[in-house]
């Protein structure tokens, strides 16, 4: 089975600084996609930004990036110009195809204005 | 954009007695997926229908029975809800050629 392994549990940011999660995971596919959902207080999961295994690019939305180094099974989130919108728990997410998402713990992301 | 509907939004339910959680996909998706979400926790997979038929399962009790019906719409039928039934359950949906799973807004489920 696939395991998703977030640390650092608790995250703070000042407002309009960076930060970045960390994720990384376990599989033996080749082929597969990596997520972060956001989930804010309001409970509802929000596709944040999603990559898949075989493009070498790294994925970019507006402010959020990842940093996708596959050989080390590293999918890290960045998120830049922090604003206060962006606090929430942030999930990372593994599916190999059309199949279930398996998450990590969870980071809980703090925005200091 | 249509999103993923869900109903009820909360739900208060005795030990013992049964729910019924319904889940309207957003449209031309053709993948439904259930998950858990206890306190504190992450998601976890319970069941997913492709084209109204079960296309995996998960850590789902045999308690719990879920369909998708012919207009895409699912529901996940608990009974004999335990206390640790107590959970908020998210359905999202896809289009398989995609791969990204757009979440529900969930039920909150409560048992007492």
């Known amino acids: 089975a696939q395991t998703v392994t977030q640390s650092q549990p608790e995250m703070s940011v000042q407002e309009a600084e960076t930060v970045t999660l960390s994720c990384t995971y376990d599989?033996?596919?080749?082929?597969?996609?990596l997520f972060w959902y956001k989930q804010p207080p309001s409970r509802q999961m929000i596709l944040v930004i999603r990559?898949?295994?075989?493009?070498?690019q790294n994925a970019t939305e507006n402010r959020f990036s990842v940093n996708f180094q596959k050989a080390a099974k590293s999918f890290s989130l960045k998120i830049s110009d922090s604003q206060l919108g962006d606090a929430a728990m942030y999930f990372c997410?593994?599916?190999?195809?059309?199949?279930?998402?398996?998450f990590g713990k969870g980071n809980q992301v703090v925005v200091i204005p | 954009a249509a999103g993923v509907i869900q109903s009820p939004r909360h739900l208060i339910k005795e030990k013992r007695e049964t729910a019924t959680l319904k889940c309207y996909p957003i449209?031309?998706?053709?993948?439904v997926y259930w998950y858990q979400q206890g306190p504190g926790q992450d998601p976890q997979f319970l069941i997913s229908?492709?084209?109204?038929?079960?296309?995996d399962k998960g850590s789902i009790p045999d308690r719990f029975s879920a369909q998708q019906f012919s207009d895409y719409h699912s529901e996940l039928n608990m009974s004999s809800l335990e206390l640790g039934d107590s959970a908020l359950y998210f359905c999202?949906?896809?289009?398989?050629?995609?791969?990204?799973?757009?979440f529900g807004p969930g039920t909150r489920l409560t048992v007492t």
């Open positions: 997410a593994y599916s190999h195809g059309n199949n279930r998402l398996a």
């Open positions: 990559q898949e295994a075989y493009k070498q």
């Open positions: 599989t033996s596919e080749s082929d597969y996609y």
């Open positions: 229908f492709y084209e109204k038929m079960q296309s």
């Open positions: 999202a949906s896809s289009l398989r050629v995609t791969y990204e799973q757009y």
């Open positions: 449209p031309r998706h053709d993948t």
